[in-house]
């Protein structure tokens, strides 16, 4: 079992198209990792070069304290999972179990009882005889994992396992996945776009733009305090509001965030952080569970708006409001809420959780923890 760091990596192809830039991540023995990013963002480039299947055009890849930038594939012992299964369509469940062990001559007693042992935590002893073609996309996919699993590999590379499944299965493995993760100990990390795959599976998140590393950090932490506002759009759905204002200074030490239909004051823990921005255009963020149609407590603080749109998703409903100006917010609300199309609301901002930005650089404005 080995840490897994990159340092300075980066992936350059043919006519100087960069695919990965200097990313620099240290990867915890045993920990969750999830690669997180919109397509063409480099999280399978990435991948990929740790697997060893694409060449590090620069920087550094140790596995535990073992450069491994020229190490063969074979001899990295990974296990990957591709997003298409890769598995022999002319072989049984059996065989496409046992081929990589058979490959490395691993005596046939071993090879039966490994095989057995995954199968049965996997819960496919009863297709061992079957062949693909003759199984359920969630079956192929356990499949796909049990032949990583035979190996006994000291990490496990997940390239978007789940991208093939429908809505339920894709729940059912997020929450098998996990267990595994558990009972296993190993390290994975796991390529995906689904924000809640992220959110539900992973120890750690690393959202990559670009080529290179945005934020890493604990799904709740990077959630609760996006790095800017691409992490702030890309994580969760519906994402967070981000609303273009000015902040101006208030009689005393109060400042607002003020636009066109819009006045909301500050919370005094936040003041002196934001000071410097007093008198400067800003981009207001705030999530939409952090707007609510009852002020519970005193300090939220009003928006009147009307209704653009209601989103009835059975747990719960997703309202849709115009601002003066043009903008929309958006607010997760209780599933009996319902409010018709172009109706006037009054709904109620908790701004402890709000966030500024930076228009000219997008970057979060620091500020002290949540109130």
Not at 22 to 28: A, C, F, T
Not at 81 to 109: E, K, W
Not at 221 to 242: C, D, H, I, K
Not at 254 to 277: D, M
Request: proline letters at 5%; hydrophobic letters at 45%; glycine letters at 8%.
């Amino acid at each position: 079992m080995t840490d897994i760091r990159l340092i300075g990596i980066n992936k350059t192809y043919p006519g100087d198209v960069k695919a990965v830039e200097d990313v620099n991540l240290h990867i915890r023995d045993g920990e969750f990792m999830i690669l997180l990013g919109p397509s063409g963002c480099g999280k399978s480039t990435t991948l990929r070069m740790i697997a060893g299947l694409e060449s590090i055009s620069s920087g550094d890849l140790y596995l535990g304290e073992r450069r491994a930038n020229d190490v063969d594939p074979r001899d990295r012992n990974l296990a990957i999972v591709f997003q298409n299964y890769a598995l022999y369509p002319h072989m049984t469940v059996r065989s496409n179990l046992s081929f990589g062990l058979r490959l490395r001559h691993a005596p046939a007693a071993d090879i039966d009882r490994r095989v057995k042992e995954v199968a049965e935590m996997l819960g496919i002893e009863g297709l061992l005889e079957r062949k693909p073609g003759a199984l359920s996309g969630g079956q192929r996919q356990r499949v796909a994992l049990g032949r990583a699993l035979v190996r006994d590999p000291a990490a496990f590379l997940l390239d978007e396992p789940l991208s093939n499944l429908d809505a339920q299965l894709r729940a059912d493995m997020r929450l098998e996945l996990v267990k595994l993760h558990r009972q296993l100990g190993r390290t994975i990390i796991h390529v995906t776009h689904d924000q809640v795959e992220a959110m539900t599976m992973g120890e750690r998140i690393c959202i990559m733009k670009q080529g290179r590393i945005v934020q890493v950090g604990h799904p709740l932490e990077v959630y609760r305090n996006p790095a800017n506002t691409f992490v702030a759009g890309f994580l969760a759905s519906p994402p967070m509001n981000l609303i273009a204002a000015r902040l101006e200074a208030e009689d005393g030490a109060a400042l607002a965030v003020v636009r066109e239909g819009l006045r909301l004051r500050i919370p005094a823990a936040y003041a002196e952080a934001y000071r410097a921005q007093a008198g400067q255009q800003i981009i207001f963020g705030i999530r939409a569970e952090d707007i609510h149609d009852r002020p519970e407590r005193p300090d939220w603080q009003a928006i009147d708006a009307p209704v653009v749109a209601l989103e009835t998703l059975g747990a719960e409903v997703v309202l849709i409001l115009s601002l003066a100006g043009g903008s929309e917010f958006s607010a997760r609300l209780d599933r009996s809420y319902r409010a018709p199309v172009g109706s006037a609301q009054r709904l109620y901002a908790d701004l402890a959780e709000m966030q500024l930005f930076d228009p000219s650089t997008t970057n979060a404005i620091p500020r002290p923890a949540a109130v």
